[in-house]
Nanobody, 119 residues
Framework: QVHLVESGGDLVQPGSSLRLSCAPS????????MEWYRRAPGKQRELVAT???????NYADSVKGRFTISRDSSKNTVNLQMNSLRPEDTAVYYCKMVQVDRGVWKDYWGQGTQVTVSS
């Protein structure tokens, strides 16, 4: 069973930058979209950024201008560049890939990577 593996989470100070990466453990064909979510303590999961392949990225208002989602097509990975980090960005970050194969939709998720922003 293919799953996603996130990396790059860390403890950083406010104003710092981090780059999260997400790669599948195996091959995933016909990917429709790649997405990043986060869940802060005591809060619901929040969609942070999404990129439909061939389309323009979309971002939550709280991260616009600070976060950038990108895809490395050669490795089939998705990255999240996070700049000007704030304490409220503290959360577990999850990536998701959506596959569409012959009309069947399937979601792949990772286990999450912890990002903590604190002085």
């Amino acid at each position: 069973q293919v799953h996603l593996v996130e990396s790059g989470g860390d403890l950083v100070q406010p104003g710092s930058s981090l780059r999260l990466s997400c790669a599948p453990s195996g091959s995933i064909s016909t990917i429709y979209s790649m997405e990043w979510y986060r869940r802060a303590p005591g809060k619901q999961r929040e969609l942070v950024a999404t990129r439909v392949l061939g389309g323009t990225p979309n971002y939550a208002d709280s991260v616009k201008g600070r976060f950038t989602i990108s895809r490395d097509s050669s490795k089939n990975t998705v990255n999240l560049q996070m700049n000007s980090l704030r304490p409220e960005d503290t959360a577990v970050y999850y990536c998701k890939m959506v596959q569409v194969d012959r009309g069947v939709w399937k979601d792949y998720w990772g286990q999450g990577t912890q990002v903590t922003v604190s002085s």
